[in-house]
């Protein structure tokens, strides 16, 4: 995301920032983390719209996760659930025009 706000927390203070920044317009931020081994935390934000990306360090590789919150199937349920019912909803919208329109004729 291009400017956004990006807030990192290091591993065990989750309340204080450890540090901030901004990306620059490709979306890109340079820092360099403290030598805390842990699970640090990356808040990226941008008019409304964010992620929560996890970076692991420890003494292997980094390991890294994205921490998007899933849709469980009740929420895709009631997401199906209302666009069929705005479809309806449209669709006898405009029968009911057509109606009105050709009783005016």
Known sequence: ???AQVII???GDSSVPWGQGVTDRDGRLEFVLGPQEGRWSFHV????HGAMVHVTLGADIPVIEAAGPGQTWGQRALMVALVA???LGTALFARSRK???DASA
């Open 99 to 101: 109606g009105a329109r």
């Open 45 to 48: 934000r941008q008019s409304g």
């Open 1 to 3: 995301m291009a400017h």
């Open 85 to 87: 019912w705005g479809a």
């Open 9 to 11: 927390h290091a591993p």
